[in-house]
């Protein structure tokens, strides 16, 4: 559903991302982790079609995203790390403008956004102000616009930032749920216990190049450690240290 073909992304001499390339499957959740600064939304803005590679291919769902923007896009659900809303809308009325967006038939919007707001706890706040959210309510909002059209493929930038404990068993059962029916999801995070909670197969990135890629299992083997955590064995693949 999902492939990366020696994607890189250069800005002079300095290599954003290098020949990174991943093949992804139907159904599959893949997390995306690695140090600030290691090219990880970068990738995803490349894969989302925010931002052109200087080299290599993204095709999803078997379209290549240069030849057909929009409708490799019309196959994507997009949650970014910073989420632009327009605060004078409604939850209600965001929706409507994303539908629109995206084609949706008129006759379906009512039963769809309803479904979403109640997936996201937000019904109850579907006709106040944007402006009036809180920050987790805002992310929720996200991404249930994100889901509005039942994409095949979902990216997202850290979708747990600003989230309660709560949310964030939501969201983990919500992806899960939709994995399951054949949702491809390809998360980017810096919370490693949530990566491997969910994710079928984690890459590591680190200085725009991908060092590592399995099961959380595969990687363990890959870093010398039989029975560390996610967090330990990405302090061991990227050289990174805990200490002082």
């Given at each position: 559903?999902?492939?990366?073909?020696?994607l890189?992304?250069?800005y002079?001499?300095?290599?954003?991302?290098q020949?990174?390339s991943?093949?992804?499957?139907?159904g599959?959740?893949?997390?995306?982790?690695?140090?600030n600064?290691a090219?990880?939304?970068t990738?995803?803005k490349?894969?989302?079609?925010?931002?052109?590679?200087?080299?290599?291919s993204?095709t999803?769902?078997?379209?290549?995203m240069?030849?057909q923007?929009?409708?490799?896009?019309?196959?994507?659900?997009?949650?970014?790390?910073?989420p632009f809303?327009y605060?004078?809308?409604?939850?209600l009325?965001?929706?409507?403008?994303?539908?629109?967006?995206?084609?949706l038939a008129?006759?379906?919007?009512?039963?769809?956004?309803?479904?979403?707001l109640?997936?996201?706890?937000?019904?109850?706040?579907?006709?106040?102000?944007i402006?009036s959210?809180?920050?987790?309510?805002?992310?929720?909002?996200?991404?249930a616009?994100?889901?509005?059209?039942?994409?095949?493929v979902?990216?997202v930038?850290?979708?747990?930032?600003?989230l309660?404990?709560?949310?964030?068993?939501?969201?983990?059962?919500l992806?899960?749920?939709l994995?399951?029916?054949?949702?491809?999801i390809?998360?980017?995070t810096?919370?490693?216990?949530?990566?491997?909670d969910?994710?079928?197969?984690i890459?590591?990135?680190n200085?725009?190049?991908?060092?590592?890629?399995?099961?959380?299992d595969?990687?363990r083997r890959?870093?010398n450690?039989s029975?560390a955590?996610l967090?330990?064995?990405?302090?061991n693949?990227t050289?990174?240290?805990?200490g002082?």
């Open positions: 559903m999902i492939e990366l073909k020696d890189t992304k250069t002079g001499n300095y290599s954003a991302v020949r990174l991943l093949n992804i499957g139907k599959e959740i893949f997390g995306f982790i690695g140090p600064g090219g990880k939304t990738t995803i490349m894969m989302g079609g925010v931002m052109a590679p200087t080299e290599g993204v999803i769902a078997g379209i290549d240069q030849a923007p929009q409708e490799a896009k019309r196959r994507i659900g997009f949650i970014p790390d910073r809303l605060e004078k809308l409604t939850g009325e965001f929706l409507r403008f994303t539908a629109d967006i995206y084609g008129e006759r379906q919007f009512p039963d769809k956004a309803a479904a979403t109640a997936m996201f706890a937000l019904t109850d706040w579907s006709n106040e102000l402006e959210y809180s920050h987790g309510m805002k992310q929720r909002l996200i991404m616009a994100a889901l509005l059209h039942e994409p095949p979902l990216i930038d850290e979708p747990m930032v600003g309660d404990p709560l949310a964030i068993i939501m969201v983990k059962q992806f899960k749920r994995a399951s029916e054949g949702v491809t390809f998360m980017s810096h919370t490693l216990k949530v990566a491997e969910i994710c079928d197969r890459g590591i990135l200085r725009g190049r991908l060092i590592a890629s399995g099961t959380t595969d990687l890959e870093a450690v029975s955590d967090e330990q064995v990405f302090l693949l050289g990174n240290s805990a002082p």
